[in-house]
C-alpha cells in the first residue's frame, strides 16, 4: 500500500508550504475530515491532511478516537513529524492538553472526584482512572469496574516528584 497522499489531494501551495513553511512543534487549527481506529485525519492549512495517532490524542490510554472526537470538530493540533519526501505531516494533541503539573493544581489530597477507567489490570494491580484527558491516576484494584465507567474517586495522596496520583474508588 503506497502511503503517499496522492499528489491530487494535495496542492501545489500544500505542498510548497509542507515544503519550505511547515515546521515540527507549529501549532495549527483544523477540522476531523475521518476517523479511524488507528487515529484521526485532520485537515489544516493549504488543504493539507495529516495524521493524529491515537496515542497522541491523550496520555490517557482511550480505545477509539471516537471517545474524544467527531467528524466534522474543530480542533488544535501540534505538528509532531514532517515527511517532506512524501509530503506527510503526522500530528499529535496531548501535548495541548497541559502539563501533569499544569492539570494537578485543580486536585486537591482529601477531595472526591469523579473519573472515568481507563484501564484495568488484569492481574489486580490497579484501576487507571483518568480525571482530566492529560491526567490519571491509581486505584486499588476492586472487581467490577471496567473500561469507561465513571467512577468517585477520593484522592489519597499527590506525589508530584514522581507525578502520581494514588486513588480510592468510593
Known amino acids: 500500500m503506497n502511503n503517499q497522499y496522492p499528489k491530487k489531494f494535495i496542492s501545489e501551495k500544500g505542498i ?3 515544503q519550505n513553511d511547515l515546521k515540527t512543534g507549529d501549532i495549527l487549527s ?3 475530515k475521518n476517523i479511524k481506529p488507528f487515529g484521526v485525519f485532520v485537515e489544516v492549512e493549504n488543504g493539507v491532511v495529516g495524521l493524529l495517532h491515537i496515542e497522541d490524542i491523550s496520555v490517557s490510554r482511550i480505545k477509539s478516537p471516537e471517545e474524544r472526537f467527531e467528524i466534522g470538530q474543530k480542533i488544535n493540533v501540534m505538528v509532531k513529524f ?5 509530503n506527510r505531516i503526522e500530528l499529535t494533541h496531548k501535548e ?3 502539563t501533569w503539573d499544569e492539570n494537578v493544581i485543580s486536585y486537591e489530597e482529601g477531595s472526591k472526584v469523579k473519573g472515568i477507567v481507563r484501564e484495568v489490570e488484569k492481574k489486580g494491580n490497579g484501576i487507571f482512572i483518568e480525571l482530566k484527558p492529560n491526567l ?3 486505584a486499588e484494584f476492586k472487581e467490577g469496574y471496567e473500561y469507561g465507567q ?3 474517586v477520593f484522592i489519597k495522596k499527590i506525589v508530584k516528584d514522581k507525578k502520581k496520583i494514588k486513588l480510592l474508588i468510593v
Open 96 to 98: 495541548l492538553l497541559g
Open 30 to 32: 483544523g477540522t476531523v
Open 136 to 138: 490519571v491516576g491509581l
Open 16 to 18: 510548497e508550504w509542507i
Open 82 to 86: 514532517i515527511d517532506k519526501e512524501l
Open 150 to 152: 465513571t467512577v468517585d
